[in-house]
């Protein structure tokens, strides 16, 4: 499975952003995804997941200012980020996993490269 994660970048306080992460080489709508972040120094942590049928959790810390969502069509997974905060500075982990408690234990089966997500003015 390879997982190709994209949309980082730099964006003010308060800003938006979107990632997406298109899945290959594997049965995308069968597994949970979802999406774990690294700021600097400090440990990763679980962001959110949504399962192969929609529905989704997340973390206390972006509950109701993220929001993700997948296309199985497409094979990818999307995290829409508003009312950015300097704390969600970090790199940005796609992840894919049968069982989504994987995911959020940060031990998710497969891994994508990460990308970068700079809050900042």
């Known amino acids: 499975v390879q997982l190709q994660a994209s949309g980082g970048g730099w964006v003010e306080p308060g800003g938006s952003l979107t990632l997406s992460c298109e899945a290959s080489?594997?049965?995308?709508?069968?597994?949970?995804a979802g999406w774990l972040r690294q700021a600097p120094g400090k440990d990763r942590e679980f962001v959110a997941f949504?399962?192969?049928?929609?529905?989704?959790y997340y973390a206390d810390s972006v509950k109701g200012r993220f929001t993700i969502s997948r296309d199985n069509a497409k094979n990818t997974v999307y995290l829409q980020m508003t009312s950015l905060k300097p704390e969600d500075t970090a790199v940005y982990y796609c992840?894919?996993?049968?069982?989504?408690?994987?995911?959020?234990?940060?031990?998710?089966?497969?891994w994508g490269q990460g990308t970068q997500v700079t809050v900042s003015s």
């Open positions: 080489g594997h049965t995308f709508s069968n597994n949970a």
């Open positions: 992840a894919m996993d049968q069982k989504p408690h994987n995911i959020v234990e940060l031990t998710p089966a497969n």
């Open positions: 949504i399962r192969g049928g929609g529905s989704s």
